[in-house]
């Protein structure tokens, strides 16, 4: 069914999150999953080329279901991370007006936010993230996404597709912040895939999304530079307390300063 050219790609988009709404608990999860969702969500995405108005949709319905540990190895054991390594090349560093850039924007944020959910408390599925790389069934890597985040012969595809986002989008905070969650997922119970991504750049690319998004990245980007096993992790935090200001008002502490004057 996800191959054919008369779908409405819209409408299946709306199904999708209609099931989202729908799929709010393991049970749910469970149920969908064992009458066949995962695998009919990918084919979608295998077949629904950059039309975000699936994608998106499609990959938020399965990073839904990838909160259940048990579906996290469904998704893997059916061919998953090679798809959504092939989703986020296809969107990736794709320019538009502000709508569609909003829209690709959002969809790269889902497509890495499955990532994150698969590997979260999932050494099985760090270590089958770092084996994961697009086939010529799954599409590759565009070679000019990929630049100077990757040496010759790295196999990550997870990782370089990743890492290229964050190159690609670096304004996106909430994209930028699902991305240092996923790369400290990929290493906190996986020590393996530390020297694939420092290799590659990872460390850079998360002191960038710190500075750029403190409010944002800098909890989560921290975490990763410090399990990444990084010196310099906590670049950039400033430890803020909160006190009780002279006026009665309680403030930061980097804020007495511009207390009213009695």
């Not at 990444?228 to 803020?240: A, F, K, P, Q, R």
Request: aromatic share 2%; with cysteine; glycine share 8%.
């Amino acid at each position: 069914a996800g191959t054919s050219d008369n779908f409405d790609l819209a409408l299946l988009g709306n199904v999708c999150g209609t099931l989202k709404n729908i799929a709010v608990n393991e049970e749910v999860c469970k149920q969908v999953a064992d009458e066949g969702l995962v695998e009919i969500l990918l084919a979608l995405l295998q077949a629904s080329g950059k039309d975000a108005a699936l994608v998106r949709p499609a990959c938020a319905l399965l990073r839904q279901l990838a909160g259940s540990d048990a579906i996290k190895s469904q998704i893997v054991e059916a061919g998953g991370l090679p798809v959504l390594v092939l989703m986020l090349s296809n969107f990736c560093g794709i320019e538009g007006k502000a709508d569609k850039a909003k829209s690709i924007t959002a969809t790269l944020e889902q497509a890495v936010g499955v990532l994150t959910a698969i590997t979260l408390r999932n050494p099985d599925g760090a270590a089958a993230a770092a084996e994961a790389r697009p086939t010529p069934t799954h599409g590759s890597i565009d070679d000019h996404h990929m630049r100077g985040t990757a040496h010759d012969g790295a196999t990550a595809g997870c990782f370089q597709a990743v890492l290229a986002v964050m190159q690609a989008e670096p304004s996106a905070q909430y994209l930028q912040r699902q991305a240092c969650m996923f790369i400290r997922n990929a290493v906190a119970r996986s020590k393996d895939n530390i020297p694939l991504l420092l290799e590659q750049g990872a460390s850079q690319l998360l002191l960038k999304a710190k500075a750029l998004h403190p409010k944002i990245c800098m909890d989560v980007g921290s975490a990763a530079l410090r399990d990444l096993g990084c010196e310099n992790y906590n670049e950039g935090w400033v430890i803020d307390t909160m006190v009780m200001g002279a006026d009665g008002v309680i403030r930061n502490t980097n804020d007495l300063d511009n207390e009213p004057v009695a």
